[in-house]
C-alpha cells in the first residue's frame, strides 16, 4: 500500500543500490543476522546488502573482518561487537559509521528478536526510503494499547503534542534511515557533547521531528517480544522518561512553536494485536499510588502545584475500582515533572523514581476507563488522552518559562 501524503509531497526516490542492516541483539546466544539476511535477499532481491549483528553479542568465538567489501552474491552477515547504549558504540552508531562507509542507500536498525511469520515487514520498512524518498521511517505495530502502557500514557501523547506529529509508537527501537539523514546524525556534535543520550530511541525521534525531515510510519506487523528483562517500573519510568524529558529540554525552540497535530504519512495497515488485552492488577496498582501519597508527599509537593495535589489526595481516597485520574490532570503531571527534571528541582533519579505511582495510578486509571471496551473504545480513549496533552500545552509553555509560579 503507498504511503498517503497528508503531510506533503516526499522527494524523488534516488537509485538504489544496497541496503546496510544492523540487528540489534540483547541477548545471549541469538544469531539472527543470517535469518535477516535471508529476509533481505528474498524481500529486496534487487538489492546488495549486509546484514551486522550488533549489540552484546556473546559466545561469539571472533569477529568477522567488518572492513571486507559487501559479496556481490547479496547480502551477508557480518558480527560487530558493541557495549552499552549511548554514544557512538550504540547501535545506531554503529549502523550511521558502518552505512555511510559502505555507501549504502538504505539503512536500517532492526530487532534480533524472532518474528514468526510476518510477511514482508522488511520490505515494508525499507521501501518508503528506497521508493518514496522519505528520510526517517519508525515503524508502527499492532499491539494493545496497554501492551506497552508506558508509550500509550507518556511517550505517545507527549512526542504528539511536542513535536505536532502522530507517531503511534515513537520508542519502538527500530527505524530505516536515508543516506542523508544518516550522514547528518553521524555529524550531530551530541555524540560528543551528550554522550550518554546520543544514540537513544528518544534522541532519534526526537531529532527526526524537532529537525523536521520527511518522515512517515511503516505498520509491519506485530512487534517482536524482547528478551525479558528483571527491569521493576521505577527502573523504565527512569530510564525511558529521563531520555525523553532530555529531548524535551534539547528542542524547547522547536516545541514551542508546534500547535495542534497531524497525521503522518503512513504505509501498510495496521494488524490486529495477538492473543487477549493484558489485565493490569488493579487493586495493586492504585495500592502503590495510595502508598506514594503517603510517602512521596514532600517530593510531589516541590513539583507539583496545590490544585493538582488536592486532585490526587482525592482520587487516593477512591476505591480501586473507581479510582480515577483525569486526562487533563494527567497531562499536567507529565509536564510538571518535565519542567522539574528541566530544572533540577530534585537530584533527577530521585524524581523521575518518584513519577512511579504516579503512572501506576494512571494505569490503573485507564484499565477502569477501558474496562469491556472493543478495541475501536480503546483507541478513542488514547486518542482523548493525547488531545488533552495537546490542550494543556499551553499550561506547559507557560510552566517552563515560569517554572517557580503554580498557575493551578
Known sequence: MPISEASGTPASPAATRSAFVAVDVRSAGDAPADTIGERLRAELPELDGVVAQVGWVRDVPGLLDPAAPPAPAGPRAVSLLVGGIGGTESSLGVLLREG????ASVLALVAGEPRGDQGAWLRALLA??????????CPAYGRHALDGALNTGVVYPLTRALYGLRLRQPLGGEAALSPAFARRLA?????KRDPEAAGSDAWLVA???AGRVRTCQAWIGLQPRHAAEALDASH??????GLVFREMERHTDRWQRVHGSEPVPSSGEAPAPSGEPPLPPVGRLAGVFQLGQRELAEIWSAVLPPATLLALRRAAALPPERLRLESGLWAR????FGVAHMVRTIERRQLLRSMTPLY???LASFANATKGLDPAGVEREVEALCQAFEREKRYAMARWRWPDAFER
Request: negative net charge.
Open 187 to 191: 555529524a550531530d556534535p551530541d555524540w
Open 360 to 362: 501506576l495510578g494512571w
Open 128 to 137: 518508503p526510503v528506497l521508493e518514496e524518498g522519505y528520510d526517517y521511517v
Open 236 to 241: 523504565v519510568v527512569e530510564r525511558v522518561l
Open 333 to 336: 503531571i507529565v509536564y510538571d
Open 100 to 103: 555511510a562507509r559502505r555507501e
Open 207 to 209: 531529532k527526526a521531528l
